[in-house]
């Protein structure tokens, strides 16, 4: 009986080892689906906002207030469109370092959409 196992490794190039890591890289494919799932999440939020709650509060009390709601909201649904455009720009070629950099970007900057919706959509809950 042994008291230790050696498992041989069949020898690979280096460049059979970073094809099998691009491969396999799920890392595009996860930056897609957050892509559409952002972007359509946005759109959606924004579009109920606008349809289902009226404004409220501060944006009531004039004319160009009540516009910039709405306004808001449209800028933000439309931001939602260009996060789901910029995934099939993305997905365009796949192996590009520059796409893939500037999709997280976007991503990252689409944060600040969905807190202004959040924001505004808690801010008509106070009725």
């Known amino acids: 009986m042994a008291d230790s196992v050696t498992i ?3 020898a690979l190039s280096t460049e059979q080892i970073i094809g099998a890591a691009v491969a396999d890289d799920d890392g595009n494919k996860k930056l897609r689906r957050a892509l ?3 972007g359509i999440g946005k759109i959606a939020a924004a579009m109920l906002l606008a349809l289902l709650r009226s404004p409220v509060g501060v944006f009531v009390r004039s004319t160009a207030l009540f516009c910039t709601y709405y306004g808001i909201l449209l800028a933000v649904a439309v931001f939602g469109a260009a996060e789901v455009g910029a995934r099939y720009w ?14 997280k970007r976007i991503l990252w900057a689409s944060v600040v959409p ?4 959040a924001g505004l959509g808690g801010f008509t809950m106070l009725k």
Not at 90 to 103: F, K, M, N, Y
Not at 114 to 117: C, G, K, P, W
């Open 114 to 117: 969905i807190v202004v919706v």
């Open 90 to 103: 993305v997905s365009a070629a796949p192996t590009s370092c520059l796409r893939r950099c500037i999709g």
């Open 36 to 38: 559409v799932g952002g």
């Open 8 to 10: 041989q490794m069949p």
